[in-house]
T-cell receptor
Framework: GDSVTQMEGPVTLSEEAFLTINCTYTATGYPSLFWYVQYPGEGLQLLLKATKADDKGSNKGFEATYRKETTSFHLEKGSVQVSDSAVYFCALNPDQTGANNLFFGTGTRLTVIP | EAQVTQNPRYLITVTGKKLTVTCSQNMNHEYMSWYRQDPGLGLRQIYYSMNVEVTDKGDVPEGYKVSRKEKRNFPLILESPSPNQTSLYFC?????????????FGPGTRLTVL
């Protein structure tokens, strides 16, 4: 079945450090891939997405490239800030049901310290 | 302001006492969905609805009911809550006719069943 595997957290980084959060997926078709972010006490917000192989999604300095050959969609940021502290979820839409159903990873908590 | 609202935000109840968590969106979205978030499991879909009077089971529907009598509302009903339904619940909505469109999440409802 369709699923997403995310790197386990928590991740603690110093401000301005480089961030990578790994995400791999299993899907029978051609899924779309997403990163959502959850700030403390809030609901999830879309951070970026990619709908086909080799697409790069980017937003707020974060990037992720849809790699079909490695079934991956790793999240990266060159220089994190304290305000980036949040939980990050990788997700996929199998794109086969006609619905916008999302399958989420378990989430990775990022803490950035000054 | 475009938003998804949920009520209540926090609820403590006892086993077997029926409860309803309301969800409302003001974006005229066709698609609505309920998720539960549990530590180490990420978000799992409970039910979703493609439009008025159209609902379908997600991954973990047991113990829950939903209804979609109006486009803007999608209440989640627990007829006889049990302690294993203690969780953080999120409602989400999106345009149905645009696949892979962003899902907008509510702020969450933290439910404790004693």
């Amino acid at each position: 079945g369709d699923s997403v595997t995310q790197m386990e957290g928590p991740v603690t980084l110093s401000e301005e450090a480089f961030l990578t959060i790994n995400c791999t997926y299993t899907a029978t078709g051609y899924p779309s891939l997403f990163w959502y972010v959850q700030y403390p006490g809030e609901g999830l917000q879309l951070l970026l997405k990619a709908t086909k192989a080799d697409d790069k999604g980017s937003n707020k300095g974060f990037e992720a490239t849809y790699r079909k050959e490695t079934t991956s969609f790793h999240l990266e940021k060159g220089s994190v800030q304290v305000s980036d502290s949040a939980v990050y979820f990788c997700a996929l839409n199998p794109d086969q049901t006609g619905a916008n159903n999302l399958f989420f990873g378990t989430g990775t908590r990022l803490t950035v310290i000054p | 302001e475009a938003q998804v609202t949920q009520n209540p935000r926090y609820l403590i109840t006892v086993t077997g006492k029926k409860l309803t968590v309301t969800c409302s969106q003001n974006m005229n979205h066709e698609y609505m969905s309920w998720y539960r978030q549990d530590p180490g499991l990420g978000l799992r879909q409970i039910y979703y609805s493609m439009n008025v009077e159209v609902t379908d089971k997600g991954d973990v529907p047991e113990g829950y009911k939903v209804s979609r009598k109006e486009k803007r509302n999608f209440p989640l009903i627990l007829e006889s809550p049990s302690p294993n339904q203690t969780s953080l619940y999120f409602c989400a909505s999106s345009l149905a006719q645009v696949l892979n469109n962003e899902q907008f999440f509510g702020p969450g409802t933290r439910l404790t069943v004693l």
